[in-house]
């Protein structure tokens, strides 16, 4: 188990200030990460098969309980258990208050990407939204050298999309016209 300095909510980064006699990865004075979980039953089929998500006994960062009955505050306490296998390195050269977002935000962006094979530079993705996860989304896809068209009700949010975050092009989606142009585009490529 890890006692860590919290940052942002369920999501934490910190410095480790204590570790276990049975924890092998961590030292103290390391940099670390934490994205929901703090730990699990590590017995249960689920966590046999390394699908902790899903363990009955899963203990959230925030808002779960310790073994012992002791609510989780995530990073709204001065420090938190953790077992060692929830916990990521973080980089010296990453701040980490930068870092604690990439844990949630991050994490639900980027595994999608990877995992549906959206990660070839030269795709073409919409991203709908530009808040918490639509902003990583772009970041992350402009990163792996995709093609961003950001959808949203909010014809403010486009200077921010196109200038701050790479953007190439944006759509109200209240804008029947434009939405009209993402879907004769598609159409068009479709059969080509």
């Not at 990583?136 to 995709?146: Q, W």
């Amino acid at each position: 188990m890890l006692n860590l300095i919290g940052l942002c909510r369920h999501e934490v980064s910190g410095v480790v200030t204590e570790v276990g006699s049975k924890v092998q990865k961590f030292k103290v004075g390391d940099r670390v990460g934490v994205g929901g979980m703090a730990g699990s039953c590590n017995s249960c089929q689920n966590c046999s098969e390394g699908l902790e998500n899903y363990c009955p006994k899963m203990i959230f960062t925030y808002s779960g309980k310790y073994v012992d009955g002791t609510i989780t505050y995530g990073g709204y306490s001065d420090s938190m258990v953790v077992d060692e296998h929830f916990v990521v390195r973080i980089p010296d050269s990453l701040p980490l208050d930068a870092a604690a977002p990439l844990l949630c935000a991050g994490i639900s962006v980027y595994s999608p990407l990877k995992y549906y094979g959206l990660d070839k530079p030269g795709l073409h993705i919409g991203v709908v939204g530009l808040g918490g996860l639509g902003h990583m989304a772009v970041k992350f896809a402009k990163a792996l050298g995709l093609k961003v068209t950001v959808i949203s009700t909010s014809p403010n949010k486009k200077k921010d999309a196109i200038e701050q975050m790479g953007a190439d092009s944006f759509v109200v989606s209240r804008e029947q016209d434009e939405m009209m142009v993402i879907i004769t585009h598609k159409i068009y490529s479709n059969k080509n």
